[in-house]
């Protein structure tokens, strides 16, 4: 199995509807996130769940 790869739900109903929303919120907001989007649900009717791989990067932290 790749690490790349995001695993989408569609469902059955409105897909092409559920993928625009779901590109327009990764293009306005989630794209930003920390971390790698490894699962998308789209089967909500009001929304989507996410599912994210925890950033392996560790910030610089700032002393004195």
Not at 25 to 41: C, E, I, K, W
Request: glycine share 6%; net charge positive; hydrophobic share 35%.
């Amino acid at each position: 199995q790749r690490d790349d790869l995001i695993t989408i739900h569609l469902g059955r109903r409105d897909i092409s509807e559920l993928l625009h929303r779901f590109v327009h919120a990764y293009r306005d907001n989630l794209s930003r996130q920390p971390g790698r989007l490894t699962m998308v649900d789209l089967r909500y009717p009001n929304g989507f769940a996410l599912k994210w791989q925890a950033s392996t990067q560790r910030r610089p932290e700032v002393t004195g």
